[in-house]
């Protein structure tokens, strides 16, 4: 019974999701340059993107979602849903950022208003619940006070605070859209969005040398007193002058969020341990430790090479980078870039794991691979395993005309009802045998003397009966087997031309 009330309230809840948004069963085309974010229910959200990252003639439209609150690891069929919305329509479109907003209960995008995208009605942010099919465009205001702050942007950096008490997103680097002709870098000041009050403000904090980034990553550190700022393009802000070529990762900015000021440090690493210059990279926070994940990424001189050193732990407590090769290797997502890297905690194996979708592989080829990294000790990292797309369930579509809503609620609560009558008969039933057993238990007609006595031997049938069985915790997959895992090792690799893939069979 209790079983059959626990897959009714299930199926309740898919009812009521499905009558707040549309799904649909979907094997996603390769896709770079896209975002994705996870939301507080285990959903992982993905959008835009193009299939030729190198032009803009096959942007992606759709939102997408995979489910991985109870995803099974043994078999690796990643099942997509494309989400329709009732009312709201998503303009195509790519190089797009996306967090998870309000301790995970939204997303927030951020994308070019017109690079890509001519049509002219491209919002540069939308706020939105998916569960609840609600999307909400929001506009820049107008601010000629302070050019290149206020404006439509292409990569830049995007931060949720609500872990830190603040119901704000944090907007850094970019390059501007709108308020500078000809592509031009954005200022250097960081825009803030209040997703409660939907309102702009600005911090206008100098940065390192004046300069400022994009490409970048901005990640906030464990404790949450910090962003921390990895690879990207300088760039002179509100300018068209970048610094490229820069020498490894050996800067390393980060913006205090108490103080709100700005640093810059060189990381203790030798030069054998320091990142190849990237951008359009991705940096991923482990949660309850100081270490990030660097994954990927493409070379600062954007001749379309891929890095060829692509995994690093950044520890953000003794800032220093450590060179990861990762075990079970041949089923990681290789030489990547313009992908989206999302941490997922899972509850069924107690595993800490970076799922990396999609982006560009090598020779600038759009990929719907999906590859899961273990990173529960980051110390001994592996790869799960990786799918490409995922064909689309049996199951298709869960689009419920409101009919069927109306009926399978009305069975679940006729069902409910009956089974909450047979559960208080069935508990009232075993009361009064308890009671019936006490009182033939007691009446001292059933009392048989021993040497004179009462008998006080217990009924050790019913005593072990009331004996808690202590169960062994469960174990995670064989999946994450420990002794399977490969310890990182150093490469002393020096960063050359040759440590990287240059694509398109140049020579």
């Known amino acids: 019974m209790l079983a059959q009330l626990r897959t009714c309230l299930a199926v309740m809840a898919v009812v009521a999701t499905a009558a707040a948004q549309k799904l649909q069963s979907i094997s996603p085309p390769p896709t770079a340059g896209g975002a994705c974010a996870l939301t507080s229910n285990n959903h992982i959200y993905c959008f835009g993107g193009t299939q030729n990252p190198t032009n803009s ?11 991985v609150s109870n995803f099974d690891y043994s078999d690796m ?6 989400v329709i919305p009732n009312s709201y329509t998503f303009q195509a479109n790519m190089i797009i950022q ?27 942010f939308i706020s939105g619940n998916p569960t609840a099919d609600q999307y909400t465009n929001i506009q820049l205001q107008s601010n000629a006070s302070f050019p290149g702050t206020y404006t439509s942007r292409i990569s830049p950096a995007i931060v949720d605070l609500s872990s830190i008490g603040q119901n704000q997103v944090w907007i850094w680097g970019g390059r501007s859209e709108t308020a500078l002709a000809g592509g031009l870098v954005a200022s250097n000041f960081v825009l803030l969005y209040d997703y409660t009050q939907n309102q702009f403000s600005m911090i206008k904090a100098d940065t390192p040398n004046n300069m400022t980034r994009y490409g970048h990553t901005a990640t906030l550190t464990n404790d949450g007193t910090g962003i921390v700022m990895l690879g990207g393009i300088r760039a002179v802000p509100n300018s068209n002058q970048t610094v490229t070529n820069n020498t490894y990762l050996n800067t390393v900015w980060v913006f205090n969020t108490t103080t709100s000021t700005w640093s810059a440090s060189q990381p203790n690493s030798t030069s054998m341990t320091l990142p190849s210059d990237r951008a359009f990279h991705t940096t991923t926070l482990i949660p309850g430790t100081d270490y990030m994940m660097v994954y990927g990424g493409m070379a600062t001189n954007l001749q379309n090479y891929l890095v060829n050193d692509p995994s690093y732990l950044y520890n ?13 290797g041949n089923i990681g997502p290789g030489l990547l870039c313009q992908h989206s890297a999302v941490f ?13 979708i999609f982006g560009a592989g090598e020779s600038m080829k759009a990929t719907n691979k999906v590859s899961v990294l273990n990173v529960t000790n980051p110390n001994r990292m592996q790869w799960v395993a990786s799918s490409n797309g995922g064909a689309p369930s049996d199951s298709g579509s869960t689009n ?17 009802i009956a089974i909450a009558g047979a559960i208080v008969f069935y508990v009232l039933r075993k009361r009064k045998q308890k009671q019936d057993f006490y009182l033939e238990d007691t009446d001292p007609r059933q009392q048989i003397p021993i040497d004179g006595e ?23 997959s064989t999946d994450f087997d420990e002794a399977r895992f490969i310890k990182p090792t150093i490469n002393s690799s020096q960063d050359d031309p040759a440590t990287r893939t240059k694509p398109f069979g140049e020579s």
């Open 400 to 416: 419920l005309s409101g009919g069927a809503i109306a009926g399978i609620a009305v069975g679940c609560i006729v069902g409910g």
């Open 57 to 67: 003639q096959s942007m992606i439209n759709n939102l997408i979602m995979l489910d």
């Open 316 to 328: 953000a407590a003794t800032n220093s980078f450590i060179t990861v090769t990762i075990g079970l």
């Open 454 to 476: 009462l008998s006080t031997t217990e009924d050790t049938t019913l005593s072990a009966g009331r004996h808690l069985v202590e169960m062994d915790p469960i174990k995670p």
């Open 77 to 82: 069929s990643f099942q997509w849903q494309n």
């Open 344 to 356: 997922v905690h899972d509850n069924g194996t107690s595993s800490d794991l970076i799922y990396y």
């Open 98 to 124: 996306m967090v998870a907003i309000n301790k995970g209960s939204s997303i927030f995008i951020q994308e070019p208003t017109n690079t890509y995208n001519h049509a002219g009605n491209v919002p540069p």
